[in-house]
């Protein structure tokens, strides 16, 4: 079977994929990369190619590359360059245990130029750099992972859908006073993700309210806002 042949069968087949296959999500989304693959394995063992085309597929390369780099330069490298400086700042919690959370309700809104809210990754840079436990891990409870997370975690106790949207968690958090009794305790400190300017009173409050002793005090930062103990 030639690779042009597999490039079009793979279109019908992955409308009958399941979407989420053995705690995997977007199962059949990702498989849409073998048909660019196998068509740039087909394009690339045909060489009878007139100089006009040669000529038309070089512009429109060109043209594509400098599209996406022209992109990543209005979108990404504005970004890129302030979340950098959160490499440079100190860190504390040394291996202690935290929470990270959304810092509004304009998550999507604010990275949908993107498609990923870059703040959420900031925040879990937090963590890498200070070498932090985040209580929050998503996915820890997926039948593929051949490790389990141990009980200090909150995947024996909270539902995955909170694990895996921090937004999801957020609201559980600000909406109940057991889910705040059941988590809150744990953590040495929250690391509320986005511009500090954009964490408001009436998210914040509820949480801090019922956090336990010590209190937690806030200190906003460029990309985040760290309340700690």
Known sequence: MSWAATALLFIPVLCFLPSDL????????????????????????????????????????????AFVLSM?????RPVS????????QPVEHRSQAGL?????DQVDDFGAPL?????????????????SVLLNTPWM??????????????????????????????????????ARDNILPRAAFILFAGPGDRLSQAVIGPILQSAGKPQLACAPASWYVLCQR
């Open 72 to 76: 990543g330069q209005v979108y990404l």
């Open 81 to 88: 360059l302030q979340l950098s400086q959160l490499e440079s």
């Open 141 to 178: 409870d997926l039948p593929i992972l051949p490790l389990g997370a141990r009980t200090a975690l909150l995947t024996a106790t909270v539902p995955p859908a909170q694990l895996e949207d921090y937004q999801v968690l957020r609201e559980a958090l600000m909406a109940s006073s057991s």
């Open 100 to 104: 990270l959370l959304p810092a509004d």
């Open 22 to 65: 053995n705690g995997s999500h977007f199962f059949a989304d990702r498989l849409v990369i073998f048909v660019w693959l196998a068509a740039l394995a087909a394009a690339s063992g045909y060489q009878q190619l007139s100089r006009g085309s040669v000529v038309v597929l070089a512009v429109f390369a060109i043209a594509m590359t």
């Open 115 to 131: 498609a990923f809210y870059p703040a959420m990754w900031a925040g879990t840079s937090y963590f890498r750099r200070s070498g």
